[in-house]
């Protein structure tokens, strides 16, 4: 095999899921018959790659300092949403009518993979509540052991900073992820959180 093919054989597989076989048949399937495309791709993924950061305000992935949505004139800045993932942010947008602001952890508290408040963002999260706009804190973390430990965090931490912490209601089953429960639910579990205490 060419040495360029079996490196981009190689390369593909850093995509989750892809395995040798998979990512064989990918090259192939570009070479054959997808070239123009698998250019275009190329040069996406480049751009993508070079120019995706994150949004100094919510964390999720902006090619400009502040995204749309923190930037938006219409969102209401006195309801903060806590998502996991840009995933779950996703799911929240298209399943309810949400109007507030995000904050996206980029993954829960777990330490045996070293991920602590640090690396959450909580520092720059406190800092934001302690500017005193934010009055609700919606937590949606997943409802796995995990994704409840670090709501049970949040939670602490909105209630230093003088923040009402909300939980969305069961309906999302436990250990389940918001990005595989259906739209009705989520919606449901949306608009009937309830404050914890
Ligand atoms: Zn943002």
Redesign the pocket.
Known sequence: MSKLLSDLIEALRCLPGVGNKSAQRMAFHLLERERERGLRLAATLEQAMRRIGR??????F?EDP??????STSRDRQVLCIVESPTDLAAIEQATGYRG??F?LMGRLSPLDGLGPEELGLPQLTQRLGEGEIEEMIIATNPTVEGEATAHYLAQLARAGGVRPTRLAHGVPLGGELEYVDRGTLAHAFGSRQLLD
């Open positions: 949004c100094t305000q919510c964390r999720n902006s502040l995204c749309a949505l923190c930037a602001q995000y996206v």
